[in-house]
């Protein structure tokens, strides 16, 4: 039969190429393996960067935005958010939500919740309602 021919012709030849790249592999000094894989960085899936054209001018650069942890914080600088957030509460007989504390003193997303929980632990703050609808109020 022909094919049972050619089938063992083509497991032959690929049985000898993949051998003999084993051996180059083999062969070749790790500096010689990591500067052919360094060559070009590559992208991962999906829509490459586009360039700036004639046409269409770049985009100014934008401000990194701040992200990761925040530093940590002192109890001395909690307190004194809590206190910012105490006095503002103080004036608001119905109570504010947590995001509403954090637009009007201009906090940090990431600091509200802590000095929250510390305000409830303390009792200067009290607490009615569930998940976005609590609200606070000086306690």
Same mark, same amino acid.
């Given at each position: #039969?022909?094919?049972?021919s050619?089938?063992s012709? @083509?497991?032959?030849? *690929?049985?000898?190429f993949a051998?003999?790249?084993l051996?180059?592999?083999k062969g070749a000094s790790? +500096? !010689? /393996?990591l500067?052919e894989s *360094?060559g070009?960085?590559r992208?991962?899936?999906g829509?490459?960067k586009?360039?700036?054209?004639?046409?269409?001018p770049?985009?100014?650069?934008?401000?990194a935005?701040a992200?990761? %942890? /925040?530093? %940590?914080?002192?109890?001395?600088?909690?307190?004194?958010?809590l206190d910012?957030?105490?006095? /503002? @509460?103080?004036?608001?007989?119905s109570? #504010?939500?947590? !995001? !509403?504390?954090?637009k009007a003193? $201009?906090l940090?997303v990431?600091?509200?919740?802590?000095v @929250?929980?510390?305000? @409830?632990?303390k009792?200067?703050l009290?607490? %009615?309602? +569930? $998940?976005?609808?609590?609200?606070?109020?000086?306690?």
């Amino acid at each position: #039969m022909p094919s049972n021919s050619l089938r063992s012709t @083509l497991d032959s030849l *690929a049985t000898s190429f993949a051998g003999a790249v084993l051996d180059a592999i083999k062969g070749a000094s790790l +500096q !010689e /393996l990591l500067a052919e894989s *360094a060559g070009a960085p590559r992208r991962g899936p999906g829509r490459p960067k586009a360039t700036a054209t004639a046409a269409a001018p770049a985009k100014p650069a934008r401000r990194a935005k701040a992200s990761g %942890r /925040l530093a %940590r914080r002192s109890p001395e600088e909690i307190t004194k958010t809590l206190d910012q957030i105490h006095g /503002l @509460l103080k004036g608001k007989k119905s109570g #504010m939500r947590s !995001e !509403e504390i954090r637009k009007a003193l $201009k906090l940090d997303v990431r600091e509200v919740p802590r000095v @929250l929980k510390e305000g @409830l632990a303390k009792k200067k703050l009290k607490s %009615r309602g +569930q $998940k976005r609808a609590t609200t606070y109020t000086a306690g």
